[in-house]
């Protein structure tokens, strides 16, 4: 009887669920755009005159569900077409793209450090040129004290800057 109800069960879902099958493609033509690009894919299926469930794999996760198109079908037609992209087998970035990245961020804060001493320079060539107007009316500034105020400026500032 358990051996019935399992055979029974295995039958049920076997039409429930229809065949799937993985197929691999080519690329055939490409043509880059400012904004994307138009990838065309080429590949050879057999199926039998049932319902079969077509999975493309290796295909770029950037694919826009709404551009896929299907041609050349002869006598066989499409019920559905269902976009998903499968984190599990998701390609990692090759050693030399993963080099680039990291290179990239490197200089992106490097960039940040030196905008950064930019900046202090900038307030430090403020604070001397309003030291102008303030030694005219003040005789009490010495150099020395300029020369610490515009040195703890440059330094607190080009901090500040590389912290935000």
Partial sequence: ??????????????????????V???????TVYLTGAQIERNSIISLNEETTTLTFTN??????????Q???LQSASITSVKYGHSFLFSKKDNEKISTIKR???DQKRAIAVLESLLNGLNEEETL????RKLQASDANVSLEKLQQFATYYR??????HTAS
């Fill in 103 to 105: 290179n990239i961020e």
């Fill in 59 to 68: 295909l770029s996760p950037f694919v826009d569900e709404n551009s896929i």
């Fill in 128 to 131: 001397l040129t309003s030291n």
């Fill in 155 to 160: 330094k607190r500032i080009a901090e500040i």
């Fill in 1 to 22: 009887m358990k051996i019935l109800l399992i055979n029974l069960l295995s039958i049920c879902f076997g039409f429930a669920n229809p065949p799937e099958k993985e």
């Fill in 70 to 72: 299907i041609a050349g």
């Fill in 24 to 30: 691999t493609s080519e690329i055939v033509k490409s």
